[in-house]
């Protein structure tokens, strides 16, 4: 399995802007799908950025033209910076990765996962 590592995250307030990062080393393994989830305690987890090898990308409605996905291929690495933050987007943030042409939007399509990072949004 190829491990992922996040970091970044934190606590900011509303408005404001945070940053998170995914060191993964798949960049170079052919076809794949990353993706940046949330989960809020009891809740499901929930897909909000996608990025394919073809570096399309794809938004969760609740995110869309706030949070921008990418990958920093220097440093191999993905990227998710969240600009606006609101209240309802504290959870903690999980990226994951598939090796699928398409990116599956849920959860059970990906099989490796970041270790999460908490994100806290203050009113």
């Known amino acids: 399995q190829v491990p992922l590592v996040q970091s970044g995250g934190g606590s900011v307030q509303a408005g404001g802007s945070l940053h998170l990062s995914c060191g993964t080393s798949a960049f170079s393994a052919g076809s794949y799908c990353m993706g940046w989830f949330r989960q809020v305690s009891g809740e499901e987890r929930e897909g909000v950025a996608f990025l394919d090898y073809r570096n399309n990308e794809d938004y969760s409605d609740s995110v869309k033209g706030r949070f921008t996905v990418s990958i920093d291929g220097s440093k191999k690495t993905l990227e998710l910076q969240m600009s606006d933050l609101k209240v309802d987007d504290t959870a903690t943030y999980y990226c994951?990765?598939?090796?699928?042409?398409?990116?599956?939007?849920?959860?059970?399509?990906?099989?490796?996962w970041g270790q999460g990072t908490q994100v806290t949004v203050s009113s």
């Open positions: 994951a990765l598939t090796w699928q042409s398409v990116c599956p939007r849920e959860r059970t399509g990906y099989t490796i």
